[in-house]
């Protein structure tokens, strides 16, 4: 979706570190949001999902025009929706990482 994801990494696995790093960014956002101002399950969830489509709008705005970003991706919304849906299905069905908060403890260090 972004000029950065588009381009060929420079170093092996660059992009894979950039999408962990805005990832984990993502996620922390939202959990301090929730921290501070609690909203039902859903509400937030929807929150960010809306959130998301507001996103791709304005990174689509960015490529459109003579003015627009020149690193070759053109929105296509119909494809697109495709794409961040199978993205939203695949987390979903991903089993959740082990938690160190969660884990039973082993023993001493």
Do not use: K
């Amino acid at each position: 979706m972004s000029a950065g994801l588009e381009r060929a990494p420079a170093w092996p696995h660059e992009d894979e570190r950039h999408q962990a790093a805005l990832e984990q960014a993502l996620i922390r956002a939202f959990w301090q949001s929730i921290g501070r101002h609690p909203l039902p399950v859903m509400t937030a969830l929807e929150t960010a999902a809306r959130v998301v489509g507001t996103l791709y709008g304005q990174v689509a705005q960015a490529h459109e025009g003579p003015g627009g970003c020149r690193c070759g991706w053109v929105p296509d919304p119909d494809c697109d929706l495709i794409v961040l849906e199978a993205n939203l299905a695949a987390a979903l069905l991903q089993p959740a990482p082990p938690s160190l908060a969660r884990m039973q403890v082993a023993g001493q260090a």
